[in-house]
């Protein structure tokens, strides 16, 4: 009678550890990996802060693995194997560059694009609305607002005819970006200047050749190599007083002349949601990669004084934003 007491006693107690331990095996906090060519600056906090109103709270109830290569691009294949090898839930890779580097990691672990240029271009999805693998998120619509871009610059600098084009060579999205720009000047006869960079030692030379040559403005094509040196762009630009157009208003924030594209801090948030369908079980391959919402004009007239340049009433008019 002992003995069945006793054994009794040993399968519940062993009936309750396991209990206990598919408890805890089905209350595993969900990891993210955040995988970045650039530095950890404001606009990644924009991320954390989705995520904080879908109830994540980083270190509670969510764990965020940080992967950044500093600038150094080719370091990024080695930062997203090390995620893959984590077993992290999803990885996020805001731009296309980090994106390729984490889909050539792992075919399987969703991966989350934040501000892709031109995903179906590059390969990362099959389409916009049927993304196809382990690939979805957000694009920022670059190619498609270029155009835009140069028609502002067009009605902001009088009597511009060549624009010179500050873009990263490596970048596959930004080669696809100047092919297109490319068509968009013919149609409103303007001359483009392809000034190619690959690292910081790049754009000094890339601002002689502008000197050199003349054009009448800059338009720089944004990807973390540009936004990592944002400062010593607007800097040099300034020294020789040329207007600017840029795809996001940090560049504006930072000295630059003006900017219109999505919000970037928005997107970023928005990257949020798509962690927290994946995490509850959906597939990257049926979520729609998303398009911008809302468009920002960004005008500096502080800027605009320093290079000796009147912005017209009506282009001020039409700006979500004048720094003055």
């Known amino acids: 009678m002992r003995k069945s007491l006793s054994l009794v006693l040993i399968l519940a107690t062993l009936g309750t550890t396991t209990a206990i331990a598919e408890a805890q095996k089905s209350a595993k ?3 993210i990996g955040f995988l970045s060519g650039g530095l950890r600056g404001p606009i990644h906090e924009a991320f954390r802060q989705g995520l904080r109103e879908l109830g994540y709270v980083e270190g509670k109830n969510i764990v965020i693995e940080y992967r950044w290569a500093e600038g150094k691009f080719e370091r990024l294949s080695g930062l997203a194997a090390d995620l893959a090898r984590l077993k992290v839930d999803v990885i996020v890779a805001p731009i296309t560059l980090d994106a390729l580097a984490a889909q050539q990691a792992t075919s399987t672990i ?12 590059t390969g990362l999805v099959a389409s916009l609305a049927r993304p196809g693998g382990n690939i979805t998120g957000l694009t920022t619509l670059s190619p498609e607002l270029n155009g835009k871009r140069l ?3 067009k009605e902001t600098v009088p009597k511009l005819a060549r624009v010179g ?3 990263n060579l490596t970048n596959p999205d930004k080669a696809l970006e100047f092919e297109q720009i490319e068509v968009t000047a013919r149609q409103l006869k303007l001359q483009l200047q392809s ?7 790049d754009f000094e030379k890339a601002f002689r050749g502008a000197t050199t040559k003349g054009p009448g403005a800059l338009l720089t094509l944004t990807d973390t190599l540009t936004m990592t040196h944002q400062s ?3 800097e040099l630009a300034a020294k020789r007083r040329l207007p600017t157009m840029f795809q996001t208003g940090d560049f504006v924030d930072a000295g630059g002349l003006m900017s219109y594209g999505p919000n970037d801090a928005d997107l970023f948030r928005r990257t ?4 927290d369908k994946i995490l509850k079980g959906a597939k990257p391959a049926d979520l729609p990669v998303q398009q911008p919402t809302k468009f920002e004009l960004v005008i500096n007239l502080k800027t605009a004084k320093k290079i000796g340049l009147t912005v017209s009433p009506e282009m ?3 700006a979500d934003k004048v720094l003055k």
């Open 232 to 234: 010593q762009i607007v």
């Open 272 to 275: 949020a949601t798509y962690v």
């Open 110 to 121: 969703p991966i989350v694009m934040a501000l892709s240029t031109d995903p179906v271009g």
């Open 151 to 153: 028609e502002l610059l």
């Open 195 to 201: 000034l190619e960079v690959r690292g910081l030692d």
């Open 316 to 318: 001020l008019f039409r």
């Open 165 to 167: 084009v500050i873009w």
């Open 29 to 31: 906090v969900p990891k």
